[in-house]
């Protein structure tokens, strides 16, 4: 062996992919990634300003069981032979999402959540 594999670091701002606001942070590339740092003047907002609840027009779902559909009066189920059983969220811009509240309906409840990400629409 000549030659070991290495990585690159990618500056995300000076490329002109990293999703800061320009109007109030400036992006400041890191090893592996950025942060956006609040311009002076500013300070962060970790919380929402006006919380909501999502509307169901922003979420999508893997199947759903007949009378069990988001916008129904009781709850959204997964199809028994859906294996993926994804609700997933969709956002126009970036949000933060401070809660996430599941209820227990006729004994049933979820037993494990796994949350992701992507930055691409569809995923």
């Not at 609840?53 to 922003?58: M, V």
């Not at 997964?78 to 994804?86: M, Q, T």
């Amino acid at each position: 062996l000549s030659r070991v594999s290495s990585c690159i670091d990618v500056d995300e701002c000076a490329a002109g992919v990293a999703k800061c606001d320009s109007a109030s942070t400036k992006c400041m590339n890191r090893a592996g990634g950025y942060t956006c740092n609040c311009l002076q003047g500013f300070q962060p907002e970790l919380a929402c300003p006006n919380p909501s609840s999502l509307s169901t027009t922003r979420i999508s779902v893997s199947s759903k069981l007949p009378g069990q559909q988001l916008s129904s009066a009781s709850s959204w189920c997964a199809s028994p032979d859906d294996d993926d059983r994804l609700l997933r969220l969709h956002f126009a811009a970036p949000t933060v999402v401070e809660k996430l509240h599941f209820e227990r309906e006729n004994g049933g409840f979820p037993t494990e959540i796994a949350i992701a990400y992507s930055s691409v629409d569809g995923m």
